[in-house]
């Protein structure tokens, strides 16, 4: 008999879509117009969208954080621009050889790549990583691309564990057949391809422990689950493969953090993007995820008093307060997408209870607690919060 | 004890020229190096001064031979009107004897020692007699070789020779041989002074020719001779009583009221009314008894209401009367006292400033040329201030120059005159330099005064510039003076300003577009990957963008927006 299942793989929304010609379209007609300009006797420039929190809002219609419209233009001829335009434009030609080429290359190596001495002077063009790596933010705030897109990659981070059948260039896997290390999601995911996907939803897990726990404890296979490790925040590269697999493969994102105010902004950059990635939350944000735990209800419910911790910091109501979790507690109550019943009360019971509460504290219980009881309960039910 | 008439024996009277002997300190000939440039300075400052009141562009040629260790010939020989056979031994042989000491007049020279002081001094160095040779331009030219009588204050033609001049020669050349000196080329010696005397007196030609053979030309830049000073009669302001008492006796006229009239500037018939009020005035004053009504009343006789200090006396017009008499006594008859009261009455009197037009100051033009010629900057300018009088009634006249750049090396330099003489020694405790320091030079774009290539000449012109000591190396900080410098420096310094915010601004122009022209092979080659576009007619189409965009700037073109506007 099929258990009754409250979380089930839902219609495709989106399609794969990954098109290098795209990028490399983009490149030409950049580069085409600033000819243009210059050639007519204008002075010519890029408009790149301004990056910080003073260009950044929610989106309440499609819940994500989203980019604003304001803009800076970023002139040649001008003594503070021209250096930064001329780096643009060697960052833009030398993504159009990688791209048409099919190589990749990291942050890092892009920023090597691209340094050498300006002849007839003692400046470089590039003096630092922390010049090269902006001008690639901007490039992908400009053109609407990804950097990954572009071919260019960041550090990896982040493994997944489950019933798919994945298509990566010539190799096809199943990432539930590669030993109990799962498979490690690379810097770039916009190639991937999902062959098969038997799984129900996608557990997103924040710790790397807890992750294995449950793939020793045999719960993807048992619960249909596909598990995402994150290792603490999500890279970008598993935003965006969790993005694909909600919007392209219709799987339900169910969020599994710590009970304490890191976990629950790992969950909302999760579910509606960052302000430093703002322009990017159409590709990397899924607002429709859920969050499993660790709730505040759950040291109740399940007994765990006992292996609670302290928050740190100084409560709002002490003298000098408040501080630390605290005051990243009161932060986050702010948060548009936290300003439900559900989440209020969860928020203000970790400020009234003062503690915290981590995944691993299951293990209390016993070490088969969570994958045999806590997850499938919780889930199957349908306990879970916006 | 020793008895008075023993004491006596070894009494003796001393000529001016032994006292000179022993003093050559007080001449300037002190130190091996500034004792050859003294020789020099008498030399070419009698050649200048010559030649100018001959109105004639003066040729000077100074050669330094050296015939052992510290002991040199020196050589000066000019162009200049030459001297009358008879004048020779009264030019070279007689300390103060000349054509200007006797005269209220501004002069290069000293009181009439400066050339014969330099035959003393080589006499007493090297024991030989100066050579002289002039022609006054007539059919022969006279060599006398010309020795100081130093008992009797004379000179004396040791030889004599005559020759014909059968091109008509005219001019002077004198060969002095002088000991215990030396020759350098420091800030002290004899090539910096050619060098700054050049730069105050464009109009002459100089040339030196050093001990090993080299010579050095500071050409003519200027084809006007300046106007010789002109005499001026001493303001009543400017004399102490000793000059009135002195002048009396010497003079002329009729009668102590002729005499005043005459022989000061600013005094006419009327003053002479007001003085003998004034000092009818004074007379009365002084018999008061009460101090306090004496002090008001020398208030209020300051203020000029001498009328009714005078009516405030029983029986003044007594007084008055007396005093009226002494004006018409003859002039030589005039007691001490007497000058005494004429003086003392001056200070309250009211007197129009002293004349001026016997002031030669250099001109901004031909200071301008002189710095210019001799120091070839980038940048000068030259201020003269109107004429000013300090101590109530002594006229002078500041002029400065600037000169900025070119072959100027760095350092700052103050080039101190005074009647275009330069002066080499004393600069610390001088009233230019302390009016030069006074200024604050980065308030004018001059961020590193020290470090700037730049050179600031003063020249203080007077009939009788305060020198701070017999050397005359340094002028008196008298506080008139220091203000005219301050301003005259300031006023240039103002002009220099203007010129280097405009030199910032072009660099700062020329360093703005090689930022812009650096980058643009890496653009042309990043556009040419991106439009396939040859790279070197993207160069061409930046550079020329470039190129428009500051032809137009500098017929002032609109300015850039910024990143964020």
Redesign the interface.
């Known amino acids: 008999m099929p258990k009754s299942k409250a979380v089930r793989r839902e219609k495709p929304r989106e399609r794969f879509s990954y098109d290098p010609t795209k990028v490399l379209t983009r ?2 007609e ?3 117009r ?2 243009e300009d ?2 007519s ?1 204008k ?1 010519p420039y890029f408009d790149i969208p ?1 990056r910080g929190i003073g260009n950044v809002y929610f989106d309440e219609k499609r819940r994500v954080i989203r980019m604003g419209d304001k803009l ?12 930064k ?2 780096q643009t ?2 960052i ?2 030398y993504v ?2 990688l791209v048409s080429e099919n190589k990749h290359a990291s942050l890092r190596e892009a920023y090597y790549a691209n340094k050498h001495t ?4 003692k ?1 470089n ?1 590039f003096e630092d990583q922390r010049e090269s790596d902006p001008i690639i933010e901007d490039l992908e705030r400009m053109m609407g691309v990804l950097r990954e897109e572009m071919h260019l990659t960041a550090d990896r981070r982040g493994y997944i564990y489950g019933d798919i059948v994945i298509r990566d260039g010539e190799d096809e896997f199943n990432t539930s057949k590669l030993g109990m290390g799962g498979w490690a999601v690379p810097g770039t995911v916009e190639h991937l391809q999902f062959v098969e996907v038997n799984v129900d939803y996608a557990l997103v897990v924040e710790t790397a422990a807890m992750a294995d726990r449950l793939i020793e404890e045999k719960f993807p296979k048992k619960e249909k689950a596909l598990i995402i490790a994150t290792q603490g925040q999500a890279s970008r590269g598993v935003r965006r493969l969790i993005h694909r697999l909600h919007y392209e493969e219709g799987l339900p994102i169910i969020v599994f953090t710590d009970g304490d105010p890191y976990g629950w902004y790992i969950y909302s950059t999760i579910k509606q993007g960052s302000i430093n990635l703002a322009y990017l939350s159409d590709k990397l944000a899924t607002p429709e995820a859920k969050f499993v735990g660790m709730t505040m209800d759950d040291i109740e419910r399940y007994g765990l008093k006992n292996v609670t911790e302290k928050l740190k910091g100084i409560p709002p109501n002490k003298k000098g307060g408040p501080t630390a979790d605290y005051k990243r507690i009161l932060e986050e109550m702010e948060y548009p997408w936290f300003q439900n019943r559900e989440w209020q009360r969860q928020l203000k019971m970790a400020i009234k209870m003062g503690v915290r509460i981590e995944q691993q504290a299951l293990a209390n219980k016993s070490l088969e607690f969570v994958a045999k009881k806590y997850l499938p309960e919780k889930i199957n039910n349908g306990e879970l919060l916006p | 004890m020793a008895e008075a008439n023993q004491l006596f024996k070894e009494f003796k009277i001393q000529s001016v020229s032994e006292f000179f002997r022993r003093n050559a300190a007080m001449l300037g000939y002190t130190g091996k190096i500034r004792s050859l440039t003294t020789v020099i300075h008498e030399a070419v400052t009698n050649s200048l001064d010559a030649c100018e009141e001959a109105g004639i562009l003066p040729y000077v040629r100074v050669e330094i031979e050296e015939l052992g260790r510290e002991h040199y010939k020196v050589i000066v020989e000019d162009n200049g009107p030459g001297i009358p056979e008879k004048y020779i031994t009264h030019v070279f042989g007689k300390m103060l004897a000349g054509t200007k000491a006797h005269r209220n007049i501004q002069s290069r020279g000293q009181q009439g020692i400066g050339i014969s002081g330099a035959v003393m001094f080589a006499q007493i160095t090297s024991g030989k007699a100066t050579r002289v040779i002039t022609s006054t331009g007539d059919d022969s030219i006279i060599e006398a070789w010309v020795k100081i009588d130093v008992d009797r204050n004379e000179g004396k033609i040791v030889k004599k020779e005559k020759h014909p001049n059968p091109k008509g020669w005219r001019g002077t050349r004198i060969e002095l041989e002088v000991k215990n000196v030396r020759y350098v080329r420091s800030k002290q010696g004899v090539y910096w002074y050619l060098k700054l005397t050049a730069i105050a007196n464009p109009h002459a030609h100089i040339e030196l020719i050093e001990p090993d053979g080299k010579l050095i030309v500071f050409p003519r830049s200027s084809e006007d001779v300046p106007e010789p000073p002109m005499e001026m009669k001493p303001h009543p302001r400017g004399v102490l009583t000793d000059d009135v008492y002195r002048m009396a006796k010497k003079t002329r006229r009729s009668s102590v009221k002729r005499f005043l009239v005459g022989e000061f500037s600013r005094i006419s018939d009327k003053k002479i009314d007001e003085l003998v009020e004034y000092i009818a005035a004074l007379r009365l004053i002084k018999t008061e008894d009460d101090k306090n009504v004496q002090e008001q009343l020398y208030e209020r006789l300051m203020k000029g209401e001498v009328k009714a200090v005078l009516r405030s006396f029983r029986g003044y017009t007594k007084v008055v009367k007396q005093v009226a008499k002494l004006m018409e006594k003859p002039p030589e008859k005039l007691s001490w006292h007497e000058a005494e009261e004429i003086v003392e009455a001056f200070r309250y009197m009211k007197f129009l400033a002293p004349p001026t037009h016997g002031l030669r100051p250099i001109g901004e033009e031909n200071i301008e040329k002189g710095l210019t010629n001799i120091l070839k900057p980038e940048f000068v300018t030259a201020v003269t201030r109107s004429p000013k009088v300090y101590s109530g009634g002594i006229p002078f006249q500041v002029e400065v120059g600037l000169a900025y750049g070119g072959e100027i090396p760095g350092g700052f330099d103050v080039l101190r005159y005074a009647n275009r003489v330069p002066l080499l020694f004393d600069a610390g405790s001088c009233v230019t330099t302390l009016a030069a320091r006074s200024v604050d030079w980065r308030r004018y774009k001059v961020d590193d005064l020290d470090r700037a290539p730049l050179v600031l000449m003063i020249n203080v012109i007077s009939v009788h510039v305060p020198y701070t000591g017999t050397g005359k190396q340094s002028i008196a900080n008298v506080e008139e003076i220091q203000n005219e410098i301050r301003l005259a420096i300031m006023d240039a310094a103002r002009r220099l300003q203007t010129y280097l915010s405009g030199k910032h601004r072009r660099l700062h122009q020329a360093k ?1 577009r090689r ?2 022209e ?2 643009v ?3 042309a ?3 040419s ?3 396939g ?1 040859p790279e070197d007619e ?1 160069k061409s ?2 550079l020329s ?2 190129e ?2 500051f032809a137009s700037k500098e017929s002032g073109g609109a300015e ?6």
């Open positions: 490149l030409e950049y580069g085409k600033i000819l210059i050639k006797g002075n301004m800076s233009r970023r002139y040649f001829l001008n003594v503070a621009h021209a250096r335009f001329m434009l060697l833009m030609a159009k050889r300006i002849p007839g002077t400046e063009t | 703005r930022t812009f650096k980058y092979p890496e653009i080659r990043a556009l990957v991106l439009t576009e993207v189409y930046f963008y470039i428009g965009h850039e927006v910024s990143e964020n506007a």
